[in-house]
């Protein structure tokens, strides 16, 4: 649940307001609200500006705290991704001990599989949304540190022969940024070909835009330039322009998509076709 309004106080007025409301219709169907358990966060611009108060939620009373997890996102009250990036980067580096003891009992293949399933399932998980231009250039070295490490275990590369570029190419494996424009991309597209759902596709349609010398793929306006607005998902669509096909009506399988990303983005398949 997101309240918005004017001021602090006129905030916490209509969140107490609107949770009576949800949780009367959650116990009208039967189900148990357990009040106590919920958490709240106060977001602001600023990590100087951060505010800790007390709000009503159905009826409980809730101190508000400086982050909060979301589907294993974890949120903070400035809008800042280190803590989640911290808490993946550290989740991450307890399996590299593992990696490295089990490395000379399956091929390069088999292990690189293993590091995807077991590695980058929890390094990009929701990578869409705290891997952007608004993340600190500090944190995205991190990230970019944590991805080639179980590369060069993969390679048996504990002496730094191969750069990161011939990591990326011997192992076949995307990088970072890559990914990032790989998997934005891919939402944006489905989200306007298949017009679902309706909120998010009606609200890309009102800020794309249309250029003379291609006037088959859509540009988008970036609407603010403060760290809050960067967060808009519009503002992370400049990797859009990377695409030269016609995508915006046309009729993509799933696996042409695909295929259609990974030719753009990722640079390993990209300078072999």
């Not at 709240?40 to 101190?63: L, Q, Y």
């Not at 009250?77 to 000379?104: D, E």
């Not at 939402?187 to 596709?201: H, M, N």
Request: glycine content about 4%; proline content about 2%; charged content about 25%.
């Amino acid at each position: 649940m997101v309240i918005v309004d004017e001021t602090l106080e006129a905030a916490k007025m209509k969140l107490a307001r609107v949770s009576k409301k949800h949780g009367e219709y959650l116990r009208s169907i039967g189900l148990v609200v357990n009040e106590s358990k919920t958490e709240a966060v106060v977001f602001t611009k600023k990590k100087s500006d951060r505010i800790t108060t007390e709000v009503d939620i159905c009826g409980t009373i809730i101190k508000t705290s400086d982050q909060m997890k979301v589907l294993g996102v974890i949120f903070d009250s400035s809008l800042t991704w280190g803590p989640h990036i911290r808490s993946i980067l550290k989740k991450c580096n307890s399996k590299l001990g593992v990696l490295k003891r089990i490395r000379i009992r399956f091929t390069k293949d088999q292990f690189l599989q293993i590091v995807t399933t077991q590695y980058y399932s929890q390094l990009y998980y929701c990578s869409a949304v705290w891997l952007g231009d608004s993340t600190l250039s500090a944190l995205k070295k991190c990230i970019n540190s944590a991805h080639y490490r179980p590369l060069r275990k993969a390679l048996k590369d504990y002496t730094y022969k191969n750069s990161r570029v011939d990591l990326s190419n011997i192992c076949r494996r995307a990088t970072p940024s890559e990914w990032f424009k790989y998997t934005v991309s891919s939402l944006a597209i489905k989200t306007i070909t298949q017009r679902e759902p309706f909120f998010l596709y009606s609200y890309l349609s009102q800020s794309m835009y249309y250029t003379r010398r291609k006037p088959s793929i859509g540009l988008f306006y970036d609407n603010s330039r403060g760290k809050i607005g960067r967060q808009k998902f519009n503002n992370k669509l400049v990797c859009m322009r990377q695409i030269t096909e016609d995508w915006i009506d046309k009729e993509i399988s799933k696996d042409g998509l695909r295929k259609m990303l990974k030719r753009t983005f990722f640079k390993y398949i990209s300078q072999t076709t």
